[in-house]
């Protein structure tokens, strides 16, 4: 978690990779490590589910084959399963797995967390992005 030093142990505003404040991700189906929306993170979220996605069936493909099925609903835990199209919290490294297979799904640069530099290239992410102008 990031803490500001005014003494008064406010947290600051987590900030995406473009260094500006995170915007939301998607609130249907609901994402983020802390299910609010954001691909906002903290030391116990151990897979950095920093990367806000847009899904593809490439990607949903790959991820299943690599052991990560994110397309299949498990109602019993809420869960309706990421269709093509929707938008996601993605764990950096398997962003960067799928990127180094050829199969990175779009980005939204705004709503993903500084966080994801520490496994993911700015310039890999920026290839990817919808939301460059």
């Given at each position: 978690?990031?803490?500001?030093?005014?003494?008064?142990g406010?947290?600051?505003?987590?900030?995406?990779?473009?260094?500006?404040?995170?915007?939301?991700?998607?609130?249907?189906?609901?994402?983020?490590?802390?299910?609010?929306?954001?691909?906002?993170?903290?030391?116990?979220?151990?897979?950095?589910?920093?990367?806000?996605?847009?899904?593809?069936?490439?990607?949903?493909?790959f991820?299943?084959?690599?052991?990560?099925?994110?397309?299949?609903?498990?109602?019993?835990?809420?869960?309706?399963?990421?269709?093509?199209?929707?938008?996601?919290?993605?764990?950096?490294?398997?962003?960067?797995?799928?990127?180094?297979?050829g199969?990175?799904?779009?980005?939204?640069?705004?709503?993903?967390?500084?966080?994801?530099?520490?496994?993911?290239?700015?310039?890999?992410?920026?290839?990817?992005?919808?939301?460059?102008?």
């Amino acid at each position: 978690m990031f803490r500001d030093d005014t003494g008064g142990g406010g947290r600051k505003p987590s900030r995406n990779v473009l260094g500006e404040p995170l915007t939301s991700c998607s609130f249907d189906p609901i994402t983020g490590f802390f299910r609010n929306g954001c691909c906002d993170t903290a030391a116990e979220d151990l897979g950095s589910h920093t990367v806000c996605i847009v899904a593809t069936e490439a990607f949903l493909a790959f991820s299943k084959a690599a052991g990560n099925d994110l397309s299949t609903p498990l109602p019993e835990y809420g869960f309706p399963g990421v269709n093509p199209g929707d938008r996601w919290c993605l764990c950096a490294p398997r962003w960067q797995e799928a990127h180094d297979a050829g199969k990175a799904p779009h980005v939204v640069l705004q709503a993903t967390h500084e966080g994801a530099l520490e496994y993911c290239a700015l310039a890999d992410l920026k290839r990817h992005a919808i939301d460059l102008s």
